[in-house]
């Protein structure tokens, strides 16, 4: 009996799947608010009773595609941990690394990740909700990160809540610019990281600029 199954559970998996992708497509040409159902089920090429066997409402299916894409961006750094960082070099290299990791996963998911940063708070209040619990999860996770560094000896102490906000801030303003502005389109992901990462290393270096003290 459940080998009997399991061929019909795939083809609703694949269906499923199918009109999330077509959403995203109608959802990153047209905007949330314009885009409708019908866009939607026309791209995949089934009646549109079908997209209700799936789906309550379009908003169900955008809150979805917001769920799926915060769980691949919070995943993506979220095993991270300090491990064998034992030197400003190396732990240069882990940015880097990691860095790049990210920027990768947002760029093979840029109708997404444009997605998000354009409609995803001005939807649902819901949808505020759980950006917001996926925001807090991450600025814990560096917070915690960067008190490891230090007390290792590879930051300079500081209020490192504001340190993880700073560098969340800084990486969310590249992403707007690069994918959903498209105002760095010239900027190869390996100069952007390097840039990224250069900035953290300098403002957690404890040699101070006197200039500026």
């Given amino acids: 009996m459940s080998s009997e199954k399991q061929p019909r559970k795939s083809r609703r998996d694949r269906r499923r799947e199918e009109l999330k992708n ?6 990153f040409e047209h905007g949330y608010h314009a885009a409708k159902v019908s866009q939607i089920v026309e791209r995949v090429g089934v009646a549109q009773g079908t997209f209700y066997l799936y789906f309550e409402g379009k908003q169900q299916l955008f809150s979805e595609l917001i769920s799926d894409f915060l769980e691949l961006f919070v995943s993506t750094v979220a095993d991270w941990e300090p491990g064998d960082i ?3 070099k190396v732990l240069r290299q882990e ?3 990691v860095g790049l990791s990210v920027t990768r996963v947002l760029l093979d998911n840029k109708k997404v990740t444009a997605i998000f940063f354009r409609e995803s708070q001005a939807v649902a209040p819901e949808l505020n909700t759980l950006i917001r619990h996926s925001y807090e999860m991450l600025l814990a996770m560096l917070t915690d990160f960067n008190r490891i ?34 105002t760095l389109k010239d900027a190869e992901p390996e100069e952007i990281v390097e840039h990224l990462v250069l900035h953290y290393m300098a403002g957690t270096s404890d040699i ?3 200039s500026l003290s």
């Fill in 22 to 27: 077509a959403a995203i497509e109608i959802f």
């Fill in 86 to 88: 034992n030197s400003r």
């Fill in 95 to 97: 940015l880097t690394r």
């Fill in 149 to 182: 560094l230090c007390k290792r000896g590879l930051i300079a102490e500081m209020n490192f809540r504001v340190l993880a906000t700073m560098t969340v801030g800084m990486v969310e303003r590249i992403i707007v610019e690069r994918i959903v502005h498209d």
């Fill in 208 to 210: 101070v600029d006197e």
